[in-house]
């Protein structure tokens, strides 16, 4: 199992979130346990290009100060909303021979669907823990509706298990090496 934490950037980790401290918290508490029993952990940074804002060398592209990854852990860029989307990702992980990833990150509509379904479509078995993903309001729903409408309607029993914290959890500690 590989746990990706996907755009938890300065620029959109704040209380506008979806259930924010939640988010926080069981997302600090997977990434810990998941390097606790070994397991390896890959961040990716969403680049929207100079000039944005939201780009290289922009404070608000920084990874979030709560979810700072470690010596050592992998980060990767992308600028499409799939972490498939980076070549030198997609090779290195079609290289390791896992077959598991655990996703979390931000936000629920964009770059977490989009790389749980290329995960998919690829052959990977994909885990979502709750409360580990989280998104804003939009035109069209609010951040609640938004986050149900993916983790209890569209990803499970299609695209990704979407388990509690305590399964997610003990999925982490089965992988011990």
Request: hydrophobic letters at 35%.
């Amino acid at each position: 199992m590989i746990v990706l934490a996907i755009d938890i950037q300065k620029g959109i980790t704040d209380e506008r979130l979806y259930l924010f401290s939640q988010f926080i918290s069981n997302t600090v508490k997977v990434l810990d346990t998941a390097r606790e029993n070994g397991v390896e952990v890959i961040y990716f940074q969403h680049d929207d290009g100079p000039g944005t804002g939201f780009s290289i060398g922009d404070e608000d592209f920084e990874i979030a100060e709560q979810m700072k990854p470690k010596d050592g852990e992998k980060r990767y860029i992308k600028n499409i909303n799939s972490c498939f989307g980076n070549k030198e990702f997609a090779h290195y992980i079609e290289e390791k021979k896992e077959d598991t990833l655990m996703i979390v990150g931000l936000q629920t509509n964009f770059c977490i669907d989009a790389t749980i379904k290329s995960a998919f479509e690829r052959g990977y078995k994909v885990i979502v823990p709750q409360g580990t993903n989280s998104t804003f309001d939009n035109d069209y729903m609010d951040k609640e509706a938004t986050y149900k409408y993916y983790n209890e309607m569209m990803w499970p029993k299609r695209f990704a298990d979407c388990v509690s914290m305590e399964e997610a959890i003990a999925l982490l500690h089965k992988e011990k090496l």
